[in-house]
């Protein structure tokens, strides 16, 4: 069997799952996987009864864990929201993954998107051979959460247009879908609901729709609140990719990580950590995702081509590439903050130099 470059959360914590399902009493909603308890034990982590280690997925706080469960429990769907690389995907890949053992029934929004890709659409060799039929009807993912009970996730719903974000809303009060070609309808079953994700920094986005909107609970997913709790984020996804990538290249020191999400976040904030040194924050988000992936090139780097240990200068072109999205406007936010801040910190002129290098 070749491997697979992303196993999906069911199968790379199926052990995770299956202990968790092993160990716990209570009562689990109609057609769930896991209590809702367990399910906030899997997302927040922790030590099991017989001893297991669940690691942490969402690493924040843990009540949000609570309400997005307690509200997939509900009639009403889960609208995850806030900034990019706030961990709504990943989160909602996870809650899928604990919930329904199934974190694949997804649609990915885009302005594109149409409302076949949400309701259903046919099969036409067959239509036209057969007429509309049972068997010329094309499933769409949320035609199959409907029938098996399971949870199903929207990407971006806010991408895509209202007409087509608002096929949702007789899906979401009634629990049906009409299909008036065979004069039917498709019900869901218990365990069915809609997880969807929305950025609210993204251009170009549409509202949702404020019927729509009185059928979600949103969740805010918030930008880590402290430092360490950020350095915590990076570290954790940085050494499950390394595992994954099986890079020839020794673990991060911690030293790297910091530097890298006190630049994010002092950019970010538009202030230095010490509150006294005011710079101006570039267009692009720095988001934690961001940081991760900066980590992630440079190990790539020092790998293949440097000595094996993360060094600023196997950073230096991740950083740069991170910070300037706008060659010009970026590149003078950039320099400015590469003069006054890092230039100044005694423990950062390999960064400086490094830079200023390239
Ligand atoms: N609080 C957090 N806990 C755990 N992982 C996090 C956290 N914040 C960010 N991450 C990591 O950041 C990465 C990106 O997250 P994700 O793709 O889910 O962001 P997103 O909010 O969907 O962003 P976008 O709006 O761009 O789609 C994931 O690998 C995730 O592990
Ligand atoms: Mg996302």
């Known amino acids: 069997m070749p491997t ?24 689990r909603p109609a057609n769930w996987q896991l209590t809702p308890q367990s399910v906030v034990t899997y997302l927040i982590g ?42 709504k995907s990943w989160v909602s890949e996870h809650l899928a993954a604990a919930i329904s053992g199934n974190s694949t029934l997804i649609i990915q929004g885009t302005a594109g998107t149409s409302e076949e890709s949400i309701r ?18 094309v499933e769409t993912p949320v035609i199959r959460g409907m029938k098996d009970g399971k949870i199903v996730r929207i990407e971006e719903l806010t991408r895509m247009g209202a007409d087509v974000q608002d096929s949702l809303i007789t899906i979401l009060s009634e629990k049906s879908l009409p299909v008036p070609e065979l004069n039917t309808e498709i019900q869901a079953i218990r365990g069915f609901n809609i997880i969807a994700t929305a950025n609210n920094r993204d251009k170009g986005v549409n509202e949702l729709s404020s019927a729509l909107k009185r059928r979600f609970n949103t969740v805010i997913l918030p930008v ?20 994954t990538m099986e890079l020839p290249v020794e673990k991060p020191a911690l030293q790297e990580i910091r530097r890298i999400v006190t630049m994010f976040r002092e950019l970010r904030n538009g202030v230095t950590q010490d509150g006294k040194t005011k710079i101006k924050s570039p267009s692009g988000t720095l988001s934690t995702a961001e ?54 910190r005694d423990d950062w002129k390999d960064v400086y130099r490094a830079c200023r290098d390239l």
């Open 4 to 27: 697979l470059l992303r196993q999906h959360a069911e199968e790379l914590f199926a052990e995770e799952l299956t202990e968790l399902q092993k160990t716990e009493s209570g009562k």
């Open 46 to 87: 922790g030590k099991l009864k017989n001893g297991f280690d669940i690691t942490p997925k969402y690493i924040g706080n843990r009540r949000l864990m609570e309400i997005a469960v307690a509200t997939l429990t509900t009639d009403r769907a889960l609208l995850l929201y806030g900034l990019p690389g706030t961990a």
């Open 120 to 137: 259903y659409g046919w099969n036409y060799a067959k239509l036209l051979s057969e007429g509309p039929s049972e068997s010329a009807l």
């Open 224 to 243: 880590p609140d402290s430092i360490e709790e950020e350095i915590d984020i990076v570290q954790r996804r940085v050494a499950s990719y390394e595992k």
């Open 291 to 344: 940081a991760i992936s900066v980590v992630n090139n440079g190990l790539a780097m020092a790998g293949y081509f440097g000595d094996g240990q993360l060094k600023a200068a196997d950073l230096a072109a991740g950083i740069i590439g991170a910070v300037i999205k706008d060659p010009v406007q970026d590149n003078i936010v950039w320099q400015e903050y590469l003069e006054t801040v890092i230039k100044t």
